[in-house]
């Protein structure tokens, strides 16, 4: 009877101690589970990220216009050929605003740039898919004579101004800063446009006209080998009579292709300031590769030009506020010169 009541006891305790062992095991699961989930989470969320960011697009389509609007882009056109550039970019260069316009409205583009007063005309006709990203050209006008009587901008008043670009930046440029010296644009002088800047640049050459308004390099091509000299430096009269910046050129990006791949846009900018600054340092080595990228014809012209372009990279705050007073002065002078109407915010990238 004893036996029975001592095996029954040591059965007892062994079953106690199995539950107990189950339990402790029981308990310790979920925390190895756990501990393992951890182990196993970052890794998964770190390889999506890794994924997510080594998404790229198959090419970067760029259209750039030949001259001053261009030739910051002549670096990174030299990098991309040598396959030296974070992304794969095809560049197009257009000799004309007008062959520039159609195929950005149909999206066969990516980034392009252009004149800022075209960058609104095309952000209005397109509904809003395009999106400023830079100002990329400053000033590039100059009041040229043939002879040495215009010193200043009150000197201009009784003149015969000849000119290019009726209708577009450098018109409402030159009216601007006329009337911010109190001289008449329609009354005081006479502007005469002419349709080419060639042009304009051989009567200036064998003095068929006395004085025009040119843009660079056409101002290095008459000056050159020749009595026409730059009699007004316009940027500088303007920044005479404005507090912000004359705007000529901008880099717009297609905006659907911004939201999507906002990392390429970025790297972008990043590899286009480098080649502005390139451009502006390496003036010798630029010039070279301005001509090979057909954005001026003869790297001699363009070696003279490029200190008087003011090429550049502006973006953020500094350029909406430079771009929006831009075009304020524009629509003011022609509305239909920005498109029919301002930009809103979403204009700006």
């Known amino acids: 009877m004893k036996n029975i009541k001592f095996s029954a006891l040591i059965m007892a305790v062994i ?10 095991c029981a308990n310790e699961s979920p925390k190895a589970n756990i501990e393992e989930t951890k182990g196993e989470t970052p890794n ?110 009150a000197d201009l008043k009784g003149k015969t101004i000849y000119a290019t670009g009726q209708g577009s930046n450098p018109e409402y440029v030159l009216r601007y800063i006329l009337s911010k010296n109190n001289i008449n644009p329609d009354k005081d002088v006479t502007i005469e446009f002419l349709a080419e800047h060639a042009e304009l640049a051989t009567k200036l050459k064998n003095n068929s006209v006395a004085i025009g308004m040119l843009p660079e390099p056409q101002v290095t091509s008459a000056t050159t080998g020749s009595e026409v000299r730059i009699a007004l430096d316009l940027t500088k009269e303007w920044d005479k009579v404005s507090e912000y910046k004359l705007v000529q050129g901008c880099i717009i990006v297609r905006k659907e292709f911004a939201e999507k791949y906002p990392t390429a846009v970025a790297k972008f900018l990043e590899e286009y300031k480098s080649s502005v600054d390139f451009v502006k340092n390496n003036i010798d080595e630029a010039s070279t590769l301005i001509e090979k990228a057909g954005i001026i014809p003869k790297a001699a012209v363009a070696k003279k030009a490029i200190p008087n372009c003011n090429i550049c990279l502006i973006t953020g705050e500094e350029m909406k506020s430079y771009v929006s007073q831009m075009l304020n002065v524009l629509f003011e002078a022609n509305a239909s010169s920005v498109g029919g109407r301002l930009p809103d915010d979403r204009f700006y990238y």
């Open 15 to 24: 079953m106690i101690l199995s539950l107990f062992v189950f339990a402790s």
């Open 44 to 153: 998964e969320t770190q390889e999506e990220t890794e994924k997510a960011e080594e998404e790229k697009p198959e090419s970067i389509r760029i259209i750039t216009l030949a001259g001053p609007t261009g030739m910051g882009m002549a670096k990174l056109i030299e990098s991309d050929t040598n396959n030296q550039t974070a992304y794969n970019y095809e560049f197009t260069v257009a000799s004309a605003p007008d062959q520039v316009s159609p195929e950005v409205i149909k999206g066969n583009y990516d980034i392009a740039a252009v004149p800022v007063n075209l960058a609104s005309v095309l952000y209005n006709k397109t509904e809003g898919k395009l999106q400023v990203a830079g100002i990329n050209t400053l000033g590039v006008l100059y009041m040229l004579e043939n002879g040495n009587t215009i010193n200043s901008v």
